[in-house]
């Protein structure tokens, strides 16, 4: 979104007419105008005074979301320590629960490799970073993977911003059966690169913190970017994905995700 649809939307989100804000920040109701059709931008000044005005950060008035330092982590980043102090914690509760018979330890050690083995990568998620230059990627594979988990060097995949050729966001519903099936929809970032390789990247639950703004950096470094269900206007405008995209669905809930 272009500065002057954030400035006209910002002002009618919080109910002022042109001639009302240019009363506020002492210009004209030209100058509004003006900077509303894009025939000239706020002087520094202005801007400031508009952030306070809306209660916004300069970023979140101009690009439309915080600013996002980086690298900027999207999804939850395992970390090795974590998985050992996890593992540690399961195995002293089941000798505690096995009341230290031995005759119980047998079963309680083939829940914990169980739990090592299956559960730990059903709790596992993919994340990716996004850096300076390139997007880095940790990928878990399915089955087996306590040994990844525990790696001290994880192997990790990276996407320079250079070698993108496509870039698309997409939102995509799950289809719903029964009336409380409140299983999360598809929403990722999917790349092509220049080399023919796909990647498909969830965004997760906090897209309106960087989104906006990791969309327009995108596009300064030289990458276009789809957006044709316009997903960056609909969280600008502070609306739930969810329910935009499921409205009028069987066994969709109103929700207050973005």
């Known amino acids: 979104m272009r500065l ?3 400035l006209k939307q910002q002002r009618l989100q919080n109910h002022y007419t042109q001639a ?8 004209s109701t030209q100058a509004v105008s003006k900077w509303e059709r894009g025939q000239t931008v706020p002087t520094i000044d202005n801007l400031l005074a508009l952030s306070d005005l809306y209660n916004l950060s300069l ?8 600013f ?5 982590v999207v999804g939850h980043r395992y970390r090795r320590s974590h998985v050992l102090a996890l593992m540690a914690g399961w195995l002293l509760l089941s000798i505690l629960l096995s009341g230290f018979d031995f005759k119980n330890w047998s079963i309680l050690t083939m829940v914990l490799i169980f739990a090592a083995g299956y559960l730990l990568p059903i709790l596992t998620k993919d994340y990716w970073i996004i850096e300076q230059d390139r997007i880095v990627v940790r990928h878990y594979a399915h089955g087996w993977i306590f040994k ?15 070698t993108m050729a496509q870039v698309t966001i997409k939102y995509q519903t799950r289809e719903r059966i029964r009336p409380f099936d409140f299983g999360s929809d598809s929403f990722k970032l999917l790349i092509v690169t220049t080399s023919g390789q796909h990647w498909a990247l969830d965004f ?16 300064r470094q030289g990458v276009s ?11 600008l405008r502070g609306e739930s994905l969810y329910n935009h995209f499921n409205a009028g669905k069987v066994g969709a809930t109103k929700s207050s995700r973005g």
Do not use: W
């Open 204 to 219: 997760g639950s906090q897209v309106r913190d960087f989104l906006p703004q990791f969309v327009t950096y995108l596009q």
């Open 148 to 162: 990844k988990l525990l790696e001290k060097d994880p192997h990790l995949k990276t996407i320079p911003y250079q």
């Open 225 to 235: 970017v789809n957006d044709d269900d316009h997903i960056v206007d609909l969280l």
């Open 68 to 72: 996002f330092k980086k690298p900027y």
């Open 20 to 27: 009302q804000l240019a009363q506020k920040l002492f210009v």
């Open 4 to 6: 002057q649809e954030m």
């Open 59 to 66: 970023d979140e008035l101009v690009q439309g979301s915080p």
